[in-house]
């Protein structure tokens, strides 16, 4: 079972329920896709084992060989790489890792090179094992690393929905939005919880969150947080569309306080391990039938 | 004419609330909603649409059923897992057309994706340029460069003295369209463990594109501790702190009647968004 935590908008607590929900079940593996700016290991502190450098292949033209006759550019629907009289420039920052102009090359001149994106991290938080990615600084590509985790994690690339069946639960921090680090994010999962607030914002975002999920084809529910601020629109939402509150909880200006200390609400709130096990239990019905 | 972007990495930490009170505050500019896979600011700006365009970007690849051999050729070629059984996984496919190039039987087309829309509006804050990303599509960077270089054009045009730009969470591609070439990134954070974190990542993204940032602590008397911490980050690393904004519930009452905080209320909050203002406008 894989449950994916996503929002839409950012700071709803994507990461305050993956976390304590982990911590509340135990013997989890926990994902943090969030790579642009993971934070999960701020509350697991998890002992990290194992960190590897991931890359993405760029071309590298070997110039004796060239013939400069243009084909890797007329290939390259990125604009990475561009012949230039009898030069080959390279851009690879735009690269996607197609491997097209080296597939394409008549002369064999092009091979691929490792260029590092990020680093991916896994290790062990008590019974959790812990995974997440950290993408380098300028880097603008996020989703080969966001595929890196789900990889490490699933042990197969989570493509096709190939990864249903998994008997271990997995949960996923997802980032923020609504865009193609998200979707590679949740694609697979057994269930999404969204996490809104109910504010215009929460509810905007929420509802452009369900188009994904619902164009994805995952089953999802509602977590409200911050519940009792703003007004009544997202439940409202939720009935209209008869999407499911699976649980609600309060502004509560000690939970906010723990979490910018970087300390687990369950630590503060120890009630509230009784609700997200609650929690799992009616994910599990859901998707059970 | 100065582009100022506001950004934060962390999500949730205000960026659309204090963009909205700049809107308000701003005497000329131009506004843009650059986070264009969960824009917000229409929210508290109430735009009226004047113009709608399309926006395309990048291709997909389609397998003529009625023509392919079922050599699999495309199936190895592709990296991206998108192709299985023949059929192209329309969320996989990044576009690259290998598997076009490589078909036997040209049984491969690659089609336009219509990735979303962008809007040229009126706000009774003056102009605004913003977008919706289609469900589920990529390419956000391009829309945003795209919203960006029309903002840039009427500001021009109407010879504006800002363009202001709601920036996305996150230091990924769209953040690093909404962020190059700005003159000020304003990094708002909050007094958090996450927040600062978040801040140290994303102001070390705008000083590898030589931009100036400058920071403003959202809900500092949260974590005193957490803002000492960031204050002295700010100050070890020559970075201006512009802004320090108290928690009050105002904020969610503003948001919920769709105005922008100045506007709705006059308390500590507003007043330090209005310092902050004018503390950016002497930089």
Redesign the interface.
Known sequence: MIIAVAS?????GK?TIAVNLALSLGNVQFLDC?V??P?AH?FLKPEITYTHQVNLPVPKVNQDRCSYCGKCAE?C??NAIAVVKDHVLVFPELC?????CS??CPEDAIEEINRPIGVLEEGKSGSISFIDGK?N??????VPLVKAVKKAGLGI?P??DQVTSNNHLTIIDV?????????HSV?GSNFCLLVTEP???GL??LV?AV??LR??RIPFGVLINRAD???TKVDEYCQREKIPILMRIPMDRNI??A????IPMIEVKPEYKKKFIKLYEKIEQLTSG | MKQIVVI??????GK?IITASFASLAKSKVMADC??????LH?LLHPTIRETHEFSA??TALIDQQQCTQCGKCQE?C????I?NYLV?P??C?????CF??CPEKAIKMVDNLSGKWFVSETRHGPFVHAK?G????N??KLVTLVRQNAKLIAEEEEKDFVIIDG?????????ASLSGVDIALIVT??????I??LE??A??AH??GIKGVVCINKFD??LV?TGKIEEYCHGNSIGLVGKIPFD?SV?EA??R?LPVVEHSNNEVTHEVRNLWEKILRI
Not at chain 1, 8 to 12: A, H, L, M, S, V
Not at chain 2, 135 to 138: D, G, L, M, N, Q
Not at chain 2, 168 to 176: A, E, R, Y
Not at chain 2, 190 to 195: C, D, K, Q, R, V
């Open positions: 839409g908008k950012g700071g709803t990461t969030d642009e700016e934070n701020i290939v629907a990125y996607h890792g197609c491997g097209g597939i394409f993408l600084l300028g880097e603008a590509l996020a690339c493509n096709n980032p923020p939005g609504t865009s193609c680090p998200v979707i694609k504010t215009p914002f905007n975002d452009l188009g994904v164009k994805l601020v703003g007004d906010a306080i979490y910018s200390k970087g | 934060s990495g962390k999500g949730g930490t659309t986070d264009v896979d969960a824009a917000d929210l990048g291709k070629v990296r991206f897992g998108a299985v996984d969320i996989s990044e576009g690259c057309g290998i190039h490589i990303l469900i589920a599509e990529e956000s960077g996305p969470p996150g230091i990924g591609c769209p953040v690093i909050e007094a958090t463990l996450s927040g974190h978040d990542r994303v070390g993204v590898h594109f949260l974590n957490v519930t969610t948001l919920v769709g």
